[in-house]
């Protein structure tokens, strides 16, 4: 997979227009059992598990598991025509992926309860305002695609593990309960990072441009 590939720094996640991803088949879901919806779910866990950032590039419908894929993403982009609809109560069935779980994270208890009970669909200047989206993107789905790969390319030119272990701390630090904490696992990060090659190598740099300077 892309995560054992060394030339990976960042994924970018989409769907062909005119939706991101319009959800499960119905007739697949409708017949699906516990075996199958783990199946079905493995996948957004493999998103959220990742251990490189991913970013969703979301320029039309995001409904049901595709909502799923989209909050199992680290950062989601979105194009005017994004749409974002939980789904699975107008279905008869009960949310599954970990969506109450991601949704309560990303947007806060008010408006999970407002898209997964109530049926409220978020629009893409929703999303950005709720805190859904980082962004809305003008333009067409190639804009947003450019966007997104943009956005990846500090990633990509940093050092891939330093890119890999600021991701793992970010996961750390969120579970901690104060400052301290966080201090303490963001030292011994900061300290292997100081001791890589990559460091030595760009503070080399630095040191050369400044002694060129006039």
Not at 30 to 55: D, H, W
Not at 81 to 86: H, N, P, T
Not at 98 to 118: D, K, Y
Not at 194 to 213: G, H, Q, W
């Amino acid at each position: 997979g892309c995560e054992q590939d060394g030339g990976v720094s960042a994924v970018v996640i989409t769907g062909a227009p005119p939706a991101f991803c319009a959800g499960a088949n119905l007739t697949a879901l409708g017949e699906a059992r516990e075996e199958g919806l783990r199946a079905i779910y493995g996948g957004f866990l493999a998103v959220a598990r990742c251990s490189l950032p991913t970013i969703a590039a979301v320029g039309g419908a995001a409904v049901g598991a595709g909502l799923n894929l989209a909050l199992a993403c680290d950062v989601r982009l979105v194009g005017p025509r994004a749409r974002f609809d939980a789904r699975f109560l107008q279905l008869g069935i009960h949310p599954g992926g970990g969506m109450t779980w991601m949704l309560q994270r990303i947007v806060g208890p008010q408006t999970a309860m407002a898209m997964t009970v109530l049926g409220e669909t978020v629009d893409a200047a929703e999303a950005a305002r709720c805190g859904l989206a980082l962004r809305v993107v003008d333009g067409d789905h190639d804009a947003l695609l450019d966007a997104a790969v943009g956005l990846a390319a500090p990633a990509v030119a940093a050092p891939r593990e330093l890119v890999l272990s600021t991701k793992r701390t970010l996961r750390s630090t969120a579970t901690v309960n104060n400052h301290s904490d966080a201090v303490e696992i963001e030292l011994v990060a900061q300290l292997a990072s100081m001791d890589s090659p990559a460091f030595a190598e760009l503070l080399a740099a630095m040191r050369t441009r400044i002694a060129k300077r006039p």
